[in-house]
T-cell receptor, first 115, second 113 residues
């Protein structure tokens, strides 16, 4: 059973370009979460999705950021018109339906660098 | 502001010693508290969790203690090994049907051989 997969692992974008980050949850997991981590800081919650639904997007910047988790295919975190402040590691996590424990399984992250 | 925070940003121990990492939280409604380990360049790795109605839980070489009276959480690692060197984060899960995690800033544990 493969773990949470994220791609690309590293992404370099110039200011103003778009960044698309992909996350494939663990098999059988229907809950996906995106977190952002700045250097030497903890992870900050961005958005929580279930299939075709956004459950909580309270951590998402109101502009330029969007997320989706379609019925088929990976979850996508999209950042439009990137700025240098978007440079960070973006982690995706997943958990199964019910989530009877606190455990979320994290992917290896996508390191976004905006030049 | 942060609802989860750590008392010590860095901790250095000798191999074989026991390590204790502390964490304070403020959200009484959280239903789970979790410890994650993060090695450089990798994603967080689950260590152990504890439900809010418990005060102690043991795993392999690790013990988590929860003191709801003072809203304090700790992770004890027995016989610390060089492979335990990493950043450790505590996190709390929102109560109810919202499973998002709120993380603290992390403690860097360094194990000296």
């Amino acid at each position: 059973n493969a773990g949470v997969m994220q791609n690309p692992r590293h992404l370099v974008r110039r200011r103003g370009q778009e960044a698309r980050l992909r996350c494939s949850p663990m098999k059988g997991h229907s809950h996906v979460y995106w977190y952002r981590q700045l250097p030497e800081e903890g992870l900050k919650f961005m958005v929580y999705l279930q299939k075709e639904n956004i459950i909580d997007e309270s951590g998402m910047p109101k502009e330029r950021f969007s997320a989706e988790f379609p019925k088929e295919g990976p979850s996508i975190l999209r950042i439009q018109q990137v700025v240098r402040g978007d440079s960070a590691a973006y982690f995706c996590a997943s958990s199964p339906e019910g989530a009877a424990s606190g455990e979320q399984y994290f992917g290896p992250g996508t390191r976004l660098t905006v030049t | 502001g942060e609802s989860v925070g750590l008392h010590l940003p860095t901790l250095s121990v000798q191999e074989g010693d026991n390590s204790i990492i502390n964490c304070a939280y403020s959200n009484s409604a959280s239903d789970y508290f979790i410890w994650y380990k993060q090695e450089s360049g990798k994603g967080p790795q689950f260590i152990i969790d504890i439900r809010s109605n418990m005060d102690k839980r043991q795993g392999q070489r690790v013990t988590v203690l929860l003191n709801k009276t003072v809203k304090h959480l700790s992770l004890q690692i027995a016989a610390t090994q060089p492979g335990d060197s990493a950043v450790y984060f505590c996190a709390e899960r929102s109560g109810g049907s919202n499973y998002k995690l709120t993380f603290g800033k992390g403690t860097l544990l360094t194990v000296n051989p």
